[in-house]
């Protein structure tokens, strides 16, 4: 198995432009969980899907934020616009049981 | 969102040195899972324990499910240098499907 596949690995772009990240899952993982990572406040709950469905998107930090995920092998998560204290590694993990798995993340710099 | 305690934040020990850190919670967890980050990648997957008192071994690593099923244990004998890196701990509640992280022990082996 592939594992989590996430892209870009990395992202530099200007404030104000839109990012999207893109998350390619376990096959046959029915949750999907998107984290972001950051030295002053660690990993992050965003959103978690399940079954395609968002079911908490408590964590998502402002309307800037939004996530998708249109089937069961594809989720993206967008920032519009961006700003640099978005700067961060953003990870996607999904889980077909008790355990969860990550992808190497999209390393995101905001100038 | 919620966060577990995790100690110590961080570690420096001699190569061959026994190691161990923990977490705990204010929650009854019903999962508690351990992972490892190296530098530039995800989280991996190192341990998982399901049940209270359940004491469970990968290698050199060992870790315990608490009975009060509020903390965990992770200990890992005779360090190498390549044991270096992040590692966090993870619960999941009775009924959750997210996970809560801890907020990671750094460790550095000298050799």
């Keep these: 198995d592939a594992g989590v596949i996430q892209s870009p690995r990395h992202e530099v772009t200007e404030m104000g ?3 999207t990240l893109r998350c390619k899952p376990i096959s046959g993982h029915n949750s999907l969980f998107w984290y972001r990572q950051t030295m002053m406040r660690g990993l992050e709950l965003l959103i978690y899907f399940n079954n395609n469905v968002p079911i908490d998107d408590s964590g998502m930090p402002e ?12 989720s993206t998560l967008k920032i ?10 953003y990870f996607c993990a999904s889980r077909g049981g008790p355990e969860a798995f990550f992808g190497q993340g999209t390393r995101l710099t905001v100038v | ?5 995790q100690s ?19 929650s009854i967890f019903n999962t508690w899972l351990w992972y490892k980050q190296d530098p530039g990648e995800g989280p ?12 469970t071994s990968n290698g050199r690593l060992t870790a315990q499910f608490g009975i009060t099923r509020k903390d965990s244990f992770l200990n890992i004998s005779a360090s ?16 959750a499907n997210n996970l809560f ?9 000298i050799p």
């Design chain 1, 80 to 89: 519009q616009p961006s700003e640099p204290r978005d700067s961060a590694v």
């Design chain 1, 17 to 19: 432009q839109e990012v």
């Design chain 1, 63 to 74: 309307d800037r934020f939004s996530a998708k995920m249109p089937n069961a092998s594809f």
């Design chain 2, 44 to 55: 991996v997957l190192l341990i998982a324990l399901y049940k209270a008192g359940e004491l």
């Design chain 2, 80 to 95: 190498i240098p390549s044991d270096v890196g992040i590692y966090f701990c993870a619960g999941r509640r009775t009924g």
């Design chain 2, 8 to 26: 110590p934040q961080s570690m420096f020990i001699q190569e061959g040195e026994d190691v161990s850190m923990n977490c705990t919670s204010s």
């Design chain 2, 101 to 109: 992280f801890g907020t990671g022990t750094r460790l550095t082996v």
């Design chain 2, 1 to 5: 969102g919620q966060q577990l305690n």
